[in-house]
């Protein structure tokens, strides 16, 4: 049995790799001009799955501590609400990313990305567009980029910018250009209501080297 194991192996490692599919990237990005492009399709090699390719776990099962088998050194997101405790294992993260569960009478989505190695974890009494409703009442200027272009975003943001992914990066400049000389206006008129107020000063603080930035070594 060892033989063919190793022509099976030997034949993998000379497979050419699989060759970009603009066909398949259009019927998932529809409103996407893949006419338009700096790269060679030819030198676009696929590296994980589709769009909407990694299924969530939206009714977790659960398994005692001691029954679960899991190694001391085991990595997982441990989480603990209202005195109930528990793990969500990385291994099987690295392959759902998302487990939508309700722990201690609390929905939460547990997140973990393989990319970054990062977990985090939501309270899902929030709602999705909290963060676009805090910088709209500040009259605070925002896009929004998503994958699902203006279909996947609330109706009552039909006024604002929604850049589809993938999408060209000068059209990215574009848009943040925008955006900054809205900001830039907004400023304006804050002087203008308040222009009495004061900001602080270079002198403030102990005397210290602002040249370089500080985090950086």
Not at 79 to 87: C, E, F, P, S, Y
Not at 132 to 138: D, I, K, S, T, V
Not at 178 to 201: H, M
Request: aromatic share 8%; hydrophobic share 45%; charged share 20%.
């Amino acid at each position: 049995m060892r033989r063919p194991m190793l022509a099976l192996v030997l034949w993998l490692s000379m497979a050419p790799p699989l060759a970009a599919q603009p066909a398949q990237w259009r019927a998932e990005w529809p409103q996407t001009d893949f006419t338009r492009h700096s790269v060679s399709f030819a030198e676009i090699i696929p590296g994980g799955p589709p769009k909407d390719g990694v299924p969530s776990i939206d009714e977790p099962a659960f398994v005692p501590a001691a029954a679960a088998a899991l190694p001391d050194n085991e990595p997982v997101i441990g989480l603990i609400v209202g005195g109930d405790a528990r793990a969500y294992p990385l291994r099987i993260l690295i392959w759902h990313e998302i487990v939508n569960d309700v722990i201690g009478g609390v929905p939460v989505a547990v997140t973990y990305c393989p990319l970054c190695n990062t977990g985090i974890v939501f309270d899902r009494r929030v709602g999705s567009y909290a963060i676009a409703e805090a910088l709209g009442a500040r009259g605070i200027p925002f896009i929004f980029v998503t994958g699902y272009g203006e279909e996947g975003v609330d109706p009552r943001y039909a006024a604002v910018e929604v850049l589809q992914k993938p999408f060209d990066p000068r059209t990215l400049q574009r848009s943040v250009a925008a955006t900054l000389a809205k900001l830039a206006a907004r400023r304006r008129r804050q002087r203008r209501r308040w222009p009495s107020w004061s900001v602080v000063g270079a002198a403030a603080g102990r005397s210290i080297s602002r040249r370089h930035f500080p985090m950086m070594r």
